[in-house]
């Protein structure tokens, strides 16, 4: 058996077991401070092989993190396991100068569910959660499940002013799963500011594309998955905490397991004497091999930078909204997001992935998501696409 690692994921796929390559890529500057860098980097590892316009369901891994899983597992295979429980801490600082706050404030998991889960058990009997109408499940329905909690919902564009004095929390996604709204992160805060309420904000939709960082003082509960635009691997989720103990000790540390001691090593038996006193008292047992390339993946969305990428995606879904207006259509009015969603059109969804373009059905809508990997003839294929039927 031959376990030597590809150099790159395309070869991964023609010829596995070639290549004599053992160490993963990692990039050494900072080269995507133009659009000609952008562009390079952007090539070096991503290769897609479909036309694919499905991000905010999955992101496409880059090179160096395939690489680098690949590493890792055959570390195991062979008897000498890596380090990575390093890799958790190298995402997790990673993803901590994303979204512009201190590690310690930065649990790493693998769910959202599992979050809001926590932050529903923070709360007391009978405390009022506004939620945005057919928001992700994972983000609201933990608060369903208490059973003595009173959940509110509300279309997305009036949850700032249905904010009220006896509102305990709003739990709402930065971006709308099904159709891309964005939320009014700033009316929002100066709503819950207004009535004492708390802000939790799924980040799952946002961040990689979104400067979260120009919103995180407004916040005080953040979850993101990392398998969408940070193109990380599935199995990877980070929930941001206020500072401090009076941060931390407002959530119970129910899930607590010995990765959470603040000493984990020596809390692998019996109840743990003490806690991480930081948001890693909320970290679950992680992941590895997903952690081993999240680190990867996490570097390159900061080597590329989120403003370009930002200003990149919004470009291409400009561009879809150009050409859908000409094919007469109209999408969910979704300013300012790089998913654009057009009811009616789902049904295509099966004859486009048959002729290798890839987008989603969501409840009849066709979803389109146009990320750092996407070129305007991708916008164009989708479009010849709908064109011809
Ligand atoms: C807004 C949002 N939150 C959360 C998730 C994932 O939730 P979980 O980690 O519970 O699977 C998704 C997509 O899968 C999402 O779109």
Redesign the pocket.
Known sequence: MDHTLPRRHSDLMETSGQGPDRTPTVSTAATASTPEGFQTLVRSEFAPRTTYLNS??TGLLPDRAVRAMHQATLSVAHGSPEDMFADVEAARATFARLVGVAPSRVAAG?????Y?GLIAASLPAGAEVLTAEG??S??VNPFHVRGDLKVRAVPLERIAESVRPDTALVAV?A???ADGRVADLPALRAAVRAHGAKLYL?A??ATGWLDVAEHIADVDYL?S?AF?WLTCPRGV?FFVVPEGPDGYEAVPSLLAGWVAGERPWDSCYGPITELARSARRFDESPSLFAYAGARHSLAVIEELGVAAIRTHDLALADRFRAGLATLGHEPVPSPGSPIVSVPGLGVRQPELSAAGIEVSDRAGNLRAAFHLYNTESDVDRLLEGLRSS
């Open positions: 905010a369901s693998a769910s959202v569910a599992v809001s928001d992700f994972s983000t996604s971006v709308q799963s799924d799952s939709q979850t998955v969408k989720a």
